[in-house]
């Protein structure tokens, strides 16, 4: 249950890193990252 969640949101996450950033030569593992990044961050402002 909580792997595929976790699945989920990964791609998730992917999809919309590489619709912002089309041609970046980035690695998938980087990509994935930084929309992680972008996703706690959007935690913490809903959270305060």
Avoid: E, H, R
């Avoid at 249950?1 to 998938?28: C, E, H, R, W």
């Avoid at 593992?29 to 809903?46: C, F, P, T």
Wanted: proline share 2%; aromatic share 8%.
């Amino acid at each position: 249950m909580l792997i595929s969640f976790f699945v989920g949101v990964t791609l998730v996450v992917y999809i919309k890193q590489k619709a912002l950033k089309p041609n970046s030569k980035d690695t998938i593992i980087m990509l994935i990252a930084d929309g992680y990044k972008a996703l706690i961050d959007d935690v913490k402002k809903v959270m305060t």
